[in-house]
């Protein structure tokens, strides 16, 4: 079964940084992508960046300035790096799978980044 393992959220302070991780119970390179999405109070989720098995990423136009995604496939381990925070960058970030036709998520890490 598969099953997907966010950690690294917190609370930080404008223009602090930090570093998510999704950890998979199977082999990340079996993922067709994985991927960072995240969904403020009162909106719809969005979707961050993203990471092929081939390598290939893709970003949020608005956030490939400041977030960057990586992994190691050793640890079965995909990273969100997030510098420069601000506060609209404030949310539950999701980590989220696809293998075929399936898709998984994670149960989500908050951040908050404080004014």
């Known amino acids: 079964q598969v099953q997907l393992v966010e950690s690294g959220g917190g609370l930080v302070q404008t223009g602090g940084s930090l570093r998510l991780s999704c950890v998979s119970s199977?082999?990340?390179?079996?993922?067709?992508?994985v991927g960072w999405f995240r969904q403020a109070p009162g909106k719809e989720r969005e979707f961050v960046a993203t990471i092929n098995v081939g390598g290939r990423t893709d970003y949020a136009v608005s956030l490939e300035d400041r977030f960057t995604i990586s992994r190691d496939g050793s640890k079965n381990t995909v990273y969100l790096q997030m510098n420069s925070l601000k506060p609209e960058d404030t949310a539950v970030y999701y980590c989220?799978?696809?293998?075929?036709?399936?898709?998984?998520w994670g149960q989500g890490t908050q951040v908050t980044v404080s004014s």
């Open positions: 989220k799978a696809d293998i075929l036709s399936r898709v998984y």
């Open positions: 199977v082999n990340i390179f079996e993922f067709n992508r």
